[in-house]
């Protein structure tokens, strides 16, 4: 079966740090992606892992380590409009995308 | 336009109609996805298209659920005979390719079905 793990809710404060965990379980492996989605709105794509380490992009930053079947996302310098769903997603193959329940992340003042 | 766009945004139906979902696709991409989210949920794979072909249709709740890509550009989802349990927001995306990187899914803003 495939299984995407993520804390269902999260929250922090405008401008410190978060980091939100995704462990996966998948009949393959082709990948890992982080997608942000506000409400109402469509997912956007925030980074895509295939290698083990950390891929840096302004204030996100994602983890891979495939002998785990671990990943993070960490969001640096938070602002209000950080709050939204994150979802952690997993191609088995090279095609559909098994998503996990999503992260709903809330930022305080 | 430059992104993914479906039609309509918002759909209520009475149980019994059925009902049809359209998705444009960012031009020249190849695959074509659908995708089911519940309400606080991550989304969960229909159907896929590869051009016209329809190449997994897997996740397809049931025979009441019906997808088409004809020419290869614009798909259709159609639901026949709602029920109230198909209340969700129907996603559809596309990519460039297929793999890797390429596999980059850009996501329309959704249909939300509402079926009373």
């Known amino acids: 079966g495939q299984n995407i793990d993520q804390p269902t809710e999260m929250t922090a404060t405008e401008g410190a740090i978060v980091q939100i965990n995704c462990t996966y379980q998948?009949?393959?492996?082709?990948?890992l992606f982080w997608y942000q989605q506000h409400a109402g709105e469509a997912p956007t794509f925030l980074s895509y892992?295939?290698?083990?380490g950390l891929e840096e992009k302004g204030r996100f930053s994602s983890f891979l380590s495939r002998s785990k079947g671990y990943s993070y996302l960490l969001l640096k310098e938070l602002q209000m409009k950080d709050s939204a769903s994150y979802l952690c997603?997993?191609?088995?193959?090279?095609?559909?995308?098994?998503f996990g329940t999503g992260t709903r992340l809330q930022v305080f003042p | 336009g430059a992104g993914v766009s479906q039609s309509p945004r918002y759909k209520v139906a009475k149980r019994g109609q059925d009902v049809a979902l359209r998705c444009d696709p960012i031009s020249g991409h190849v695959s074509l996805f659908w995708y089911q989210q519940a309400l606080g949920q991550g989304p969960e794979f229909l159907t896929y298209?590869?051009?016209?072909?329809?190449?997994?249709k897997s996740g397809l709740p049931s025979d009441r659920f019906f997808a088409e890509r004809p020419e290869g550009s614009v798909s259709t989802l159609k639901i026949q005979r709602t029920q109230q349990e198909d209340s969700a927001v129907y996603l559809c995306a596309s990519s460039l390719l297929l793999g890797g990187r390429h596999n980059e899914q850009f996501f329309g803003p959704g249909t939300r079905l509402t079926v009373l």
């Open positions: 892992n295939v290698l083990d």
């Open positions: 998948t009949s393959g492996f082709n990948g």
């Open positions: 997603a997993v191609p088995p193959n090279t095609d559909k995308l098994i």
């Open positions: 298209f590869q051009n016209e072909a329809q190449l997994d």
